[in-house]
């Protein structure tokens, strides 16, 4: 149903209102499926003017007493961009909201709204008292991003680490990207990202991945300890774990033997297909990373 609607809203977007319309049928499930659509729709430069309507609407779907619906409409804001700085109150009262995934979301989609309010701060500190470790981590992300946190960066720092023993995935995944943000460059914390890349879930493999890839771009001489473990992680049975961690490896001897080991599987092979010829040599060379060159 969901890719249903999609498609019929991305090609005649008069049938916008009549998805709106939906955000109040009897059904929770199809009130969440429509909020759901909405929030993924997509034009090019100019939206239509059926579309100036989501972000109201959506707000009020804020309100719904079925915590589903609610919590697919704070996310479908998060998806929406800059329109949804309209429902920063109604995203805001969700703070507080009974269902911690209802206030995840909503601390989600508060952290990426661009304009800073007083009412968007103190709903975002609220979230950092949070009793749940996934919620307290995306209020303390809308701080790591805005550089800025009412109790230091040391506090911010503080609720990642607690957050890497949740039994949530997510949380974990996420409170590493605020580790790279804190202090990416902490000897301490590259320790933490590289002990990541053994975490039971790919997603948290992943993440811990990509930060030790920035790290090597915002300090390589730091990031050299990190080399074997991520070729280590190049044998991981999930492809995107792997060309995660092939990013920052790219070109390095050792790593491209490795590689090249690993993409005689039939899933990597596939996935190679989809890339160019050049970025494939890229993978073979046996030159040192970028970041490891300078």
């Given amino acids: 149903m969901r890719s249903a609607l999609l498609t019929l809203a991305g090609l005649r977007p008069e049938a916008i209102p009549n998805i709106i319309g939906k955000l109040k049928d009897p059904s929770p499930v199809a009130r969440q499926n429509a909020a759901h659509v909405l929030g993924r729709l997509r034009w090019g430069e100019e939206p239509p003017s059926e579309a100036r309507a989501i972000a109201p609407a959506l707000a009020e779907a804020l309100k719904d007493p079925e915590a589903s619906v609610r919590r697919e409409a704070a996310e479908a804001l998060y998806f929406t961009g800059g329109s949804r700085e309209a429902a920063v109150p109604a995203l805001a009262e969700l703070v507080g909201d ?93 320790a933490t990202f590289v002990r990541h890349l053994k975490d039971p879930d790919p997603e948290v493999r992943g993440s811990a991945a ?57 899933c990597c092979r596939s996935h190679l297909c989809g890339i160019s010829g050049s970025r494939r040599r890229h993978f073979s060379s046996r030159s040192e990373p970028r970041w490891m060159r300078r």
């Fill in 98 to 190: 009974p269902d911690p995934s209802v206030r995840k979301e909503a601390l989600k989609a508060l952290r990426c709204t661009g304009k800073e309010t007083v009412e968007l701060v103190h709903a975002l500190a609220a979230g950092l008292q949070d009793r749940d470790p996934g919620a307290r981590v995306e209020a303390a992300l809308g701080f790591a991003d805005r550089s800025r946190s009412p109790s230091g960066e040391e506090a911010l720092k503080a609720i990642f680490l607690e957050a890497l023993e949740a039994s949530d995935p997510k949380a974990r995944a996420k409170a590493l990207e605020g580790l790279q943000q804190t202090s990416g460059r902490e000897d301490s914390t590259i």
């Fill in 210 to 266: 990509l930060q030790l890839n920035t790290v090597g771009r915002n300090d390589p001489e730091r990031a050299k300890a990190a080399v074997p473990a991520l070729v280590e992680a190049l044998a991981d049975p999930i492809v995107n774990v792997c060309w995660s961690a092939a990013g920052p490896l790219s070109g390095s001897s050792p790593a491209s033997r490795r590689f090249a080991r690993f993409s005689r599987g039939t």
